[in-house]
């Protein structure tokens, strides 16, 4: 049997594209790894783009409540400046989603075991034969180097530390992130997940060292250096988890045959929270463009997979660089000019049309 799509890898963005394959009647083969981590405390901020894709897949609707919050408040915190962000200032219902990343794993299983026309295979079985290969593989793809991709990368030798929290003081909707001038950057996410109301996921992303320490620090110290920074008591909820951050793009998207998705194609900072959205708009873009071909169009063809590439280039290109340029400008720069880009922050905070472009532009409602 000949697949359609045979599909490398199946995190979060290897699953949906499955599943979107499979709505429109493609024979998809889903070739992955299936170890869940224990140790994943991870939550995403999904934007708007990313939740209706989520929805059409049937996926969306079945997140528990407590597994998908809704932002509507962030501060951020910069070079003693501030910026502000309100859903209501945005005309949006809410600025994003944080959604349980274990959750949103299991929810999307669960859909493929429905799904008509996909076969899962495990990382032992060979390579089916197949018309066209995605590989949604992530940061560590193997496939890419024998398809000759070439990737410009930079290693942040920083990791994010992740955890679930409890605060004393309810979330009321509202994330936080401080940009400390030392180069950590530590954000709050609410989720009412593991406490209702009171559940926050922890991002905090420091020097490698630094964070290897932090993993071994006992609960108590763990909360203390929380505070210091936070100024907010929060109580650690299980595990720690970390990760190490770099930046990745590579140099092409598609060529005869072959796709790539999700961070297989493009790593970045987590900084702004981004890097599932671009993967899933990834999904939603050459689930389009397969959907919009030519009868006579094979699935591998090169012209095809080219519209693939243009769609998703310019967006890729922009948030890795913008969320490069936010880690350098915000951490790596000297003193007086993290207090000149602190000063910028608070004087965006008087210009309302920019901050709500920017929201927008955050919430997957519009392009550059
Ligand atoms: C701390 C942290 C916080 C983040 N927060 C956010 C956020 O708020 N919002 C957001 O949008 N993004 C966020 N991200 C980014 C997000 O986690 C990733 O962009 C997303 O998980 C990428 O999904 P993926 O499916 O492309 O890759 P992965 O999740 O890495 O999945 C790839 C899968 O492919 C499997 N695989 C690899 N090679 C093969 C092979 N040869 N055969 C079969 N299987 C294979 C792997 O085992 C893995 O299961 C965050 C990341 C970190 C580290």
Redesign the pocket.
């Known amino acids: 049997m000949v697949f359609d799509v045979l599909i ?9 594209l499955a599943l979107a394959l499979a709505a429109q009647g493609l024979r998809v083969a889903l ?5 869940p981590r224990a140790d994943d405390v ?6 708007a783009a ?1 939740q209706r894709l989520l929805a059409g897949l049937k996926v969306w609707d079945s997140l528990p409540a407590e597994a998908r919050t809704p932002v509507v408040d962030m501060q951020v915190q910069a070079g003693g400046g501030r910026l502000d962000f309100s859903a209501w200032t945005a005309q949006a219902d809410q600025l ?1 989603w ?2 349980d ?1 274990a959750e949103l794993d299991a929810q999307l299983d669960a859909a493929l075991r429905f799904a008509p026309h996909v076969q899962r ?1 495990d ?1 032992a079985a060979a390579d089916p034969a197949h018309r066209l290969l995605a ?9 890419r180097e024998a398809l000759g991709v070439e990737l410009l990368q930079r290693d942040y030798g920083h990791r ?3 955890a679930r929290l409890e605060a004393e003081l309810p979330h009321q909707g509202r994330a936080w992130q401080w940009f400390s001038p030392d180069g950590e950057i530590l ?1 709050l ?1 609410p989720l009412d997940r593991p406490v209702p109301g009171h559940g926050y ?1 922890l ?1 905090w ?1 420091q020097p490698s060292a630094r964070a290897a320490e932090r993993m071994q620090l006992d609960t108590d110290a763990f909360e203390a250096e929380l505070k210091a920074v936070t100024g907010q008591s929060l109580r650690l909820h299980g595990l720690r ?5 770099r930046l990745l793009r590579a140099e092409r998207l598609a060529g005869p045959g072959w796709v790539l ?5 493009h ?2 900072h ?1 900084l ?9 708009a990834d999904v939603a873009a050459l689930a389009a463009v397969l959907q919009s071909r030519e009868p006579w169009r094979a699935l591998g063809d090169a012209k095809l997979l080219r519209r693939f590439e243009r769609a998703r280039a310019a967006d890729t290109w922009v948030m890795s660089e913008f969320t490069d340029a936010l880690w350098v400008g915000l951490t790596q720069s000297p003193p007086w000019a993290q207090r000149l880009a602190g000063e910028g922050l608070s004087a965006l905070n008087h210009l309302p049309p920019l901050k709500r472009w920017l929201s927008q532009r955050a919430m997957g409602s519009s392009v550059f």
Not at 8 to 16: E, F, L, M
Not at 135 to 143: F, M, P, Y
């Open positions: 490398r890898g199946d995190g979060a963005v290897g699953r949906s070739r992955g790894r299936a170890q991870r939550a995403y901020a999904l934007n990313s994003a944080i959604v990343a295979l990382d590989l949604c593989e992530g940061r560590e793809a193997v496939g994010a530390v992740a954000a996410l996921a991002v992303s988890s970390h990760f190490p951050l998705l999700g961070d297989c194609a790593l970045v987590p702004a929270g981004q890097g599932l959205n671009l993967g899933l």
